[in-house]
Each structure stands twice: as structure tokens, then as C-alpha cells.
């Protein structure tokens, strides 16, 4: 390796860390990355020339939000501020504050408690169910933070086909429903980023039932996009499911929601 050019060998070492992922968690679907820093101990010129560098090429994974907090807020900003790409399941971490209470950190908020935060790509694959799934990613477009492109990818179709659902909240009724997708997420962030950001929305559509990851091949999917309702029907979308997507053989299909925010807005967590 010493003997290759130094600009090959740079390649070599961005090779090399792309394809490692640090996973924490169970994550049985993704290999551990043990002695993959191996190599920095390997000769004090290699040490040099990676330095920090691997921070931005390796895929952190996490299993979920609570993994996610639990490694990289404890960690220090100049490492924070390095790290480049992040998966994590969407399940919330929930804690005790005593008296029987209980405080909920949702992945939108969650991001907030890592300062410093300034991702290429922020992948999350979700494990809730298909209200909170939503709600995901409607907070992450409106409010989220320390992403430049965001991955958010789901098992199934439910996520834009569950009907409206009433939840008691402190002794009140509140509604959650849906808006038709993706046209309303570009609406929200263009309102954020600014309709002239390049900033965008999209949604992929697996066109195979049952079949994992097939989303993320894009061979095996198709572009998305729901039907806006009349104006005067508007109030009425998302009252009832939507009876196509939730058909046995529809229900099936993964999802995958691409949001890229726009190219000149501050997307630290800090913002």
C-alpha cells in the first residue's frame, strides 16, 4: 500500500471506510464494523493521512433513537461536526422523570440533542406504526434539523393510507389524519427553504408486495404521488383509508420519502 501513490491511496482509504458501517444496537441485518480502525494503528504515515477523514466516510447505524443519543451525544462536537452519514431505527426513546411520568424523545426532536450535527444523508427506517410514521416525517420536514437529504423508508404502504384516528390527550380529542403526499411536504418546505431552494420531495413506491428493500432498487419501484382533492372535497382526504393502498395485494409495498433541503439553508442542528 506504501508504495501506491498518495492520491491513490486516499482513494483506497474513502473506499474502504464507505463501505464500513459502525452499527450499535442488534442490527442483525448489518454486518459490525469490528477492527475496521485497525488500520489507523497500522503505520504512523497511514495514521496521518486518514486522520480524522473516516469520521465523514463511515455509515453510522443505529438501532434507535435511544442508541442514536446514547453514542453521539456524550460525543465531542469536533466529532459531531465530522460525521457525514446516520441510519437509525425510529423508534423513540422514552424516559422516567418520575412520579409515574414519562418523557417521549421522537427522532425530529431527538436530532435537536446533538449539536453540532451536519449530515449528507440522514436514513431512517421505520419500525412504529403508521400514524407516528407519518407525523416523522411531517415534523422532519417542518422542523427537523442537521440533515441535508433525509432517506425515511417504511415496510408498507399504511403510512399514506390509514384512515383519520381520534387520540385522547389530556382529557381533550384531537384528530390526526392525512394530507395528500407529496404534494403537501413540498408545500411545507418550500415554505421553510423557500419556494427558489431546489429543495424537494419525493416519494418511491416498491412494485413488488412483501419483498424487503426491494424499494431501494430502482428497478423495483416507481415514483408516488396521491391525487390533491378538489378544494371544495379537501377537508374529506384522509377521513376514510385509502382503500386501494391498504388492498391485500397493495398493502405490501414499501415506501421510500427523499427530502433534500435547500442548497443554501443552515441545516445544523443548531439552527
Request: charged share 25%.
Given at each position: ?9 486516499l ?79 425510529s ?32 436514513t431512517v ?48 380529542t ?15 418546505l ?6 427558489h ?28 404521488e396521491?391525487?390533491?382533492?378538489s ?6 382526504f ?16 414499501e ?17
Open positions: 500500500l506504501l508504495l501506491l501513490p498518495a492520491e491513490l491511496r482513494q483506497i482509504y474513502n473506499h474502504f471506510f464507505s463501505s464500513t458501517p459502525f452499527t450499535y444496537g442488534k442490527l442483525n441485518q448489518m454486518a459490525p464494523a469490528s477492527n475496521h480502525l485497525a488500520i489507523l494503528r497500522s503505520c504512523r504515515l497511514i495514521n496521518r493521512e486518514i486522520d480524522d477523514s473516516w469520521l465523514g466516510q463511515v455509515l453510522f447505524a443505529f438501532e434507535n433513537v435511544t442508541d442514536l443519543l446514547n453514542q453521539l451525544s456524550p460525543a465531542p462536537r469536533r466529532m459531531i461536526e465530522q460525521i457525514r452519514r446516520v441510519r437509525v431505527g423508534s423513540p426513546l422514552t424516559q422516567s422523570i418520575g412520579d409515574g411520568q414519562e418523557t417521549t424523545y421522537k427522532l425530529p426532536w431527538a436530532l435537536d440533542l446533538i449539536p453540532g450535527l451536519y449530515l449528507d444523508t440522514l427506517i421505520n419500525t412504529d406504526g403508521p400514524e407516528l410514521a407519518y407525523e416523522n416525517v411531517n415534523y422532519l420536514i417542518r422542523f427537523g434539523s442537521g440533515w441535508r437529504e433525509l432517506h425515511f423508508i417504511t415496510g408498507n404502504s399504511e403510512m399514506l393510507a390509514f384512515p383519520r384516528r381520534s387520540i385522547e390527550h389530556n382529557e381533550t384531537q384528530f390526526q389524519w392525512r394530507d395528500p403526499q407529496p404534494s403537501t411536504w413540498i408545500r411545507d418550500a415554505f421553510r427553504d423557500h419556494v431552494s431546489d429543495a424537494f420531495v419525493k416519494i418511491y413506491r416498491s412494485t413488488q408486495s412483501n419483498a424487503p428493500g426491494s424499494v431501494m432498487d430502482p428497478n423495483s419501484r416507481e415514483v408516488f396521491q391525487k390533491p382533492p378544494p371544495e372535497n379537501s377537508e374529506f384522509g377521513i376514510d383509508k385509502d382503500a386501494q393502498l391498504m388492498h391485500p395485494d397493495e398493502i405490501g409495498k415506501l421510500l420519502v427523499i427530502v433534500r433541503r435547500g442548497k443554501d439553508v443552515d441545516i445544523s442542528a443548531d439552527e
